[in-house]
């Protein structure tokens, strides 16, 4: 398959673009977009073979459930059985935008997206393409993030023709997404709100709303398609990643891997002074501030990936919890290694 790369404007998409692929959507075919998080790859959640063509493309397990992005938070009621108070309240504050909710699916919505779970996710992103897109199609559209299983997330169209080009039938080409980082995903089917990935949308944030959400570390392990986003190796770098906590350890990270004549990259932020390891030609500043950190974090790993580095050293951000959802993604990139 011969994958098609149409730009479109990402402030005004132009309708000709938008009804193009829209028309593929509809048609069962498989359109990656642009949302205001990352790239996401579209199909008719309604259309069980369309979804079974997700899982294809990217080498997805079947037991992972897909998000599905409504244009309208009134499209919920075909899909979403329920929409409890917390729902309502959630929406209300953070949609159109970066939160994702888990309730009770309708019996039309296919298995596929809900890997058979009696619960289904729904997001309305706040990007003009990904909103125009779902509108036109006129069906919820199911849409994981646009990378084959367990890489690297996409936040440009060039990352998603890396894992997927010759795979989908096409790339809506939006430029950077401008969050840069997965959606917050929350559970409102229990008594009390449960995170289940953290995200653009951060836990105080979150509570502001809710209060106190429910305590993950007292929570049963799960047996199916909880959040299996939650995995540990996942949005991984293909090169090794060796996190370091202090601007000691570091340094010695750095000197070691240059001692052994390893090519290696170094992963800091701007407020970082770096007199010793301003040597190594690789090494990359990003923000302090936490949300431009994160507009920034996955395409600084791809430039990586892109170098054939031997080892990145990433200097952790503050435990604190504007950087939680930050931290938990350089986590996860290194336990891929
Ligand atoms: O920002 C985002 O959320 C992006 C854009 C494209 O919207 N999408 C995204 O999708 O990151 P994906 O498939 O890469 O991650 C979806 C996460 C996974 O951790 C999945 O396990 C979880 O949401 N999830 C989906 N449906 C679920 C359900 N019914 N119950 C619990 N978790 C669910
Ligand atoms: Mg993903």
Not at 244 to 261: F, G, H, S, Y
Request: a neutral charge; hydrophobic letters at 40%; one cysteine or more.
């Amino acid at each position: 398959m011969n994958t098609e790369i149409l730009r479109v404007d990402p402030v005004s998409p132009e309708p000709a673009v938008i009804a193009k692929a829209a028309g593929l959507l509809r048609a069962g075919r498989l359109v990656a977009f642009p949302t205001e998080t990352i790239y996401g790859l579209g199909a008719n959640a309604l259309n069980s073979e369309a979804v079974r063509g997700i899982f294809a493309a990217k080498g997805r397990p079947a037991s992972n459930p897909v998000i599905v992005h409504v244009a309208e938070p009134s499209q919920i009621s075909n899909v979403a059985a329920d929409w409890p108070e917390t729902a309502r309240k959630l929406a209300e504050r953070f949609w159109p935008g970066p939160l994702t909710i888990v309730v009770p699916k309708k019996p039309g919505v296919p298995d596929e997206v809900t890997a058979g779970g009696p619960t289904v996710a729904v997001r309305c992103p706040n990007h003009p393409v990904a909103r125009a897109l779902i509108a036109a199609a006129g069906v919820p559209i199911a849409a994981p993030s646009a990378n084959r299983s367990t890489e690297l997330s996409p936040t440009r169209a060039g990352h998603v023709l890396k894992g997927l080009a010759g795979r989908i039938e096409m790339v809506l080409d939006g430029g950077p997404c401008p969050g840069g980082l997965e959606s917050t995903v929350v559970d409102v089917t229990g008594p009390a709100v449960r995170l289940l990935r953290r995200g653009l949308i951060s836990v105080p944030m979150l509570e502001d709303v809710v209060g106190p959400l429910a305590n993950r570390e007292r929570e049963q392990p799960e047996t199916v398609a909880r959040s299996p986003g939650q995995m540990a190796k996942h949005y991984s770098p293909r090169t090794p990643v060796q996190l370091t906590l202090a601007r000691e350890d570091t340094v010695r990270a750095v000197q070691t891997a240059l001692q052994t004549n390893l090519r290696v990259g170094v992963l800091l932020r701007n407020s970082d002074s770096v007199p010793e390891i301003s040597v190594v030609p690789g090494y990359r500043f990003l923000d302090d501030d936490p949300n431009r950190y994160a507009a920034w974090m996955y395409q600084a790993l791809h430039e990586f990936d892109d170098r054939h580095l031997d080892i990145v050293v990433i200097e952790m951000p503050p435990d604190t919890p504007e950087w939680a959802a930050v931290r938990d993604r350089l986590t996860r990139a290194a336990a891929g290694n």
